[in-house]
């Protein structure tokens, strides 16, 4: 049986406006993330995609309903703390969370406030670094790094804190092609070591990566399931203004002009569903 | 021909010169757009795409060597128009809320115009015509809250608000990062047809490839301050130029009939949309 680690129950959120009028940014979500899995959440821009992250580590408390983290809810101030050394989150612009002149220092000075003793805080840093591939800009200033090394560090800063759950906020929106690809390895590296991943993206090829996938729309829950169910859904996911993974779009294509093959949801797939007659007759 | 309406030659530019804080941003970079032209400029972050973005309206001016002549002016002269050249090149940038300047809609449009003397019912045709260019009803718009704007919706008025100004060229710095898919859709939608019904020559400037591969005419690659290739689209995002050497990658079509040319099926490896490869696949392996 795979053990929930966070519930959302009934969750509902506004936020206030200047003028004193509510802007509902989450109507009645209900989901569960369960250890270990990987999640990605879609959704179009104000669906609440950002909103619901933040309400995972109690940044932003519940008006109605209930999240808890291995059982604890977030309204409960006393578990706070707790509650964000469980569930951590990297934002789209890691510039603004680092406070450290080097690499490193950054990444200590999560677990170093925790009040984690030296030769375990080393062992925390070197292991973080060397997950994030930064191992060798450990004396570099965080601001020299590249956007790609950045969008790392803030992850390894991340696990240092040995989370049980990590949620990226479109960390991967303003990286270049290849510094995105090394992010979606990393996520995929870093779930197979057991982590629970929430990853929010506007990319329908980083949502295949995931074992979930989370659809919202106008704050609801739109679409809930794996992602071959999820984008199963064509007609559903074109009406809220999202599409499907190149390599489905690609293989559906094909399949409309005739070509016997189900549609798949990456390029690996797609690659070996092509070529399998093929070598089917050459073997 | 034509003078182009941006040439930008053996440009370099340092930010902080002189000091040890000095970054060689640009160290040899060339330009070009010509009338009639998308062209998107891309690499890795970090290559001086924006940097190169800020010499085009003259926000940036060559402090050392190099040439930027943009629609028959000399940046670096002192007698260049300097006003003239930033009205007559919108830069649309990443973060509208930095290029947001009032609380509503409408007066956020009209800020530009209203700078250069236009009142009135002059200024208000101007706005509408601005917010038809980018598909945002007048009506339903014009009293809006900016703030409470949706992404897409935001980058439309920011777009609107540098339309105004009746500009020549539109100079695009990642300004459908961070939209979702239809929000990208919108906007390459109204780029579309900015150039073909105004004729404006167009800038592109983004980290996706599939987007980049459906929209421009030609591509150029800035790799570490200097520019590495530029050309036709599809001789840039294809087979030939290894772009993993620069940080890029071909966009996902090309990368699929990479990987299935690889493993020894015979097909055309030109395609950089989905279409393309769908097309070429379907050739090699019909029934």
Known sequence: MPRPLIEIENLSFAYETQGGDAVQALSNVSATVNEGVYLAILGPNGSGKSTLAKCLNGLLLPNEGQVRVMGLDTRDRARLLRIRSLVAMAFQNPDNQFVATTVEEEVAFGPENLGISHPELEQRVRSALADTGLAHRAQDNPRLLSAGEKARLAVASLLAMQPRCLVLDESTAMLDPVSRVRMRELLTRLHRQGLTIVLITHYMDEAADAEQVLVLHQGRVALQGSPDEVFAREARLREIGLSGPPARLLSSGLARRGLPIQPVLTVDDLVATLLAPNEASHG | ?287
């Open chain 2, 1 to 287: 021909m034509a003078e182009p309406l941006i040439a930008i030659t053996a440009l370099r530019h340092a930010y902080l010169p002189g000091t040890p804080m000095r970054t060689d941003a640009l160290k040899e970079v060339d330009f070009r757009l010509h009338e009639g032209e998308i062209v998107a400029l891309v690499g890795p972050s970090g290559a001086g795409k924006s940097t190169l973005a800020h010499h085009m309206n003259a926000l940036l001016r060559p402090e050392m060597t190099g040439h930027v002549r943009v629609l028959g002016q000399d940046t670096a002269s002192r007698t260049c128009d300097v006003r003239l050249l930033r009205r007559q090149v919108g830069l649309v940038f990443q973060h509208p809320h930095q290029q947001m300047l009032e609380q509503l809609v409408g007066d956020d449009i009209a800020h530009g115009p209203a700078q250069l003397g236009l009142e009135g019912t002059a200024l208000r045709e101007r706005v509408r015509e601005a917010m038809d260019a980018v598909g945002l009803p007048f009506a339903q718009y014009v009293d809006r809250q900016t703030f409470a704007l949706s992404g897409g919706e935001m980058r439309r008025v920011a777009l609107a608000g540098v339309l105004a100004l009746r500009p020549r060229v539109l100079v695009m710095d990642e300004a459908t990062t961070g939209l979702d898919p239809a929000g990208k859709a919108q906007v390459m939608d109204v780029v579309r047809r900015l150039h073909a019904e105004l004729g404006l020559g167009i800038v592109i400037i983004s980290n996706d490839m599939d987007e980049v591969a459906g929209i421009a005419d030609r591509v150029t690659v800035l790799f570490e301050g200097r520019t590495v290739a530029a050309g036709p689209t599809h001789e840039i995002l294809g087979p030939d130029l290894a772009l993993s050497d620069y940080g890029l990658l071909r966009p996902t079509a090309g990368q699929i009939v990479d990987r299935l040319a690889d493993r020894g099926l015979d097909l055309d490896r030109s395609a950089v949309t989905l279409a393309e490869a769908e097309e070429a696949v379907w050739q090699a392996i019909r029934p």
